[in-house]
């Protein structure tokens, strides 16, 4: 299933990676646009990122990864991501028992 | 890193379809052009008068059809690395490679179809498929 937060791509080169960025960009209350520039990149590639047709470089993902202050396999992926919220509550819930 | 493609206007958000109608409204303008050129160059009496106006005609849609989708990709085959981010510079990248090779094509079929130019035939189909890796080989910079 493709949902805005765990988007796959199958770009030209031929890999494939998830990603939770509209997720992050959504809770943060971020646009396109601010994203773009806080990353100094097109706000069009945000897009393409988010919808899996572009796959980042590690440069550009250790950015994401440190303006999200969070580490890069929470918002990247090669297999398919779980929903943020299940993933955050199933650990609490392991925490308990 | 500054980008000055981040802050342009978003004229590039057009759909696919409408950049393709664009792209090809360009290209039959440009042939047209070319055509009328042809038939104007080779002089054939009694057409040169009424063929004006339509090279004029041609000649500024061809124009604006350039610039059109120039700006409806904001600029981004043409603009420098220091403007791009990574991805608009694989798009760049990619396409000016898809040219290169489009124009080959057109230059070799045209030189075929050429008889005069034929004898430079082998010297430029030998420059066509040597180009890019001469290029590589003159600025990669010494094995790691």
């Keep these: 299933m493709n949902t805005p937060s765990r988007r796959k791509s199958s770009n030209s080169n031929g890999s494939s990676l998830h990603n939770r960025l509209s997720v992050l960009r959504a809770e943060r209350n971020l646009s396109r646009q601010d994203l773009a520039q806080a990353l100094g990149i097109n706000y069009q590639t945000v897009g393409y990122i988010e919808r899996g047709d572009f796959n980042p470089s590690l440069e550009l993902v250790f950015r994401i990864s440190e303006l999200f202050s969070l580490p890069i396999e929470a918002i990247f992926s090669r297999t398919p991501l779980t929903p943020l919220s299940e993933a955050v509550y199933s650990r609490k819930e392991q925490t308990f028992i | ?144």
């Excluded at chain 2, 958000?13 to 950049?19: D, G, L, Y």
């Excluded at chain 2, 066509?128 to 600025?139: G, M, V």
């Design chain 2, 1 to 144: 890193m500054s980008n000055a493609a981040v802050t342009r206007p978003s004229w590039g958000e057009w759909p696919r379809a409408k950049r393709r109608q664009l792209v090809l409204a360009t290209y039959a303008s440009f042939s047209a052009l070319t055509a009328a050129l042809w038939w104007q160059v080779n002089q054939i009496p009694g057409l040169e008068w009424w063929l004006v106006p339509w090279i004029g005609l041609f000649a500024l849609t061809s124009i604006a059809g350039l610039f059109a989708m120039r700006v409806v990709t904001q600029h981004v085959g043409e603009a420098d690395d220091a403007v791009l981010d990574e991805r608009q510079r694989f798009v760049r990248d990619s396409a000016h490679r898809s040219a290169y090779y489009t124009v080959c094509i057109l230059f070799t079929l045209a030189i075929i179809f050429s008889p005069k130019a034929l004898v430079v035939l082998p010297s430029a189909i030998l420059l066509f498929n040597t180009l890019p890796s001469a290029i590589i080989a003159w600025k990669e910079p010494e094995p790691a």
